[in-house]
């Protein structure tokens, strides 16, 4: 019984030994852990005192000099711009308005339509950019006339254009600024008004060549007009299978003919012509798609049209046949075989 109590006595006091070993090394970890902690809190406090004090001088410093190139340097450059920009404007400007007060005056000298169209396209890029307008019709001369003139100067800048556009006026009349500056110092306030309606009833050119709106906002197309006026072959044909009149006109008496000969889409007008279509079918003006064909300058269309019996010689209602309207030396349309 002794040796019993003896044994549960030892074992009682192992374990309260190990317990006792076990909660100093615990109590030595967390005193060791809370020690790193505070250390490494203190060298980020001290890195970051040193940043305030020292470093954040160096980018505090550097932050100044950005600004100071900022104030001196980029927005100095940016002013330089905006102040060639601003004088090219208002140069641009009272160029645009001397040419309608030159217009509005019919004593002034007269510009040829060449020019005219010129300072049209370049007007045009200046105020609007490349021009993104549907082609007019090859009857609108005046419009087709305008648009190939904004259309072919493509994706010039809108600067180039203005300066281009002073360019011309400047050599038409050299002296238009200091008659400009004139004028507007005499005229003040009054001139202003008049120039600012001259300027938005003629646009940018001369009275001679005087600004028409051409924007069909009467007329009526059908689908199939449509496809013909854009090229789109396959579509005529589905039109045309399912019933639809290969001489449907529009609401100016044209047909899909007319519209594909206009465009200069030859496929179409061979696809039209083998779906016998009226090769000498008339619109509202009393013209042919062989009419169209000259005026646009289409030579293998026309050339087409009159080997599948284009009338040369039929009349619109001007008493103008495509023979007579055709100024190139085309041979088919100038041949005494096909004269009646």
């Known amino acids: 019984m002794g040796d019993w109590q003896e044994l549960g006595q030892a074992v009682f006091i192992g374990l ?21 902690r505070i250390t490494r809190e203190d060298d980020l406090q001290g890195e970051a005192d040193a ?33 060639e920009s601003t004088e090219l404007d208002e140069e641009f400007s009272a160029a645009t308005t001397f040419v309608a007060a030159t217009a509005a005056d019919r004593m002034a000298p007269k510009v040829s339509n060449d020019v005219q169209l010129q300072l049209y396209g370049l007007y045009k890029i200046a105020t609007e950019g490349p021009c993104n307008a549907p082609q007019p019709s090859a009857m609108k001369v005046t419009a087709r ?3 190939n003139a904004w259309q072919k100067l493509g994706v010039m800048s809108p600067e180039e254009a203005m300066q281009k556009y002073i360019m ?50 009467d007329l009526t197309l059908e689908a199939i007009h449509v496809s013909a006026r854009e090229g789109k072959t396959q579509e005529l044909l589905s039109y045309i299978e399912n019933g639809v009149s290969v ?14 000969v206009d465009r200069g889409h030859f ?44 009338d040369i010689n039929i009349r619109d209602k001007d008493d103008n046949s495509p ?13 005494t075989k096909v004269l009646q």
Request: charged share 30%; with cysteine.
């Open 168 to 217: 011309i006026v400047t050599e038409l009349y050299p002296n238009w600024a200091d008659n400009s500056n004139t004028r507007n110092k005499d005229e003040d306030t009054a001139a202003s008004v008049s120039s600012s309606s001259d300027k938005a009833r003629m646009g940018p050119v001369f009275s001679s060549f005087v600004y028409e709106e051409e924007l069909d906002n």
């Open 145 to 147: 006339a305008k648009w």
């Open 51 to 83: 940043s305030r004090n020292g470093d954040s001088g160096v980018l505090e410093e550097d932050a100044g000099v950005s600004e100071e190139e900022k104030l001196l340097g980029e927005e100095s450059d940016d002013d330089w711009e905006g102040i």
């Open 16 to 36: 309260t030994f190990a317990f006792l070993v076990a909660k100093l090394i615990s109590i030595v970890v967390s005193f060791r852990g809370d020690q790193l």
């Open 323 to 335: 023979r007579s309207l055709c100024s190139s030396p085309w041979p088919f349309m100038h041949s």
């Open 267 to 310: 496929d179409s007008v061979e696809t039209l012509i083998g779906k016998n279509a009226d090769i000498n079918a008339k619109d509202e003006e009393g013209q042919t798609p062989l009419h169209y064909a000259v005026v646009c300058g289409r030579e293998a269309i026309a050339e087409f049209l009159v080997k599948h019996n284009a």
């Open 247 to 260: 001489n449907l006109r529009d609401s100016e008496g044209r047909t899909p003919l007319h519209w594909a």
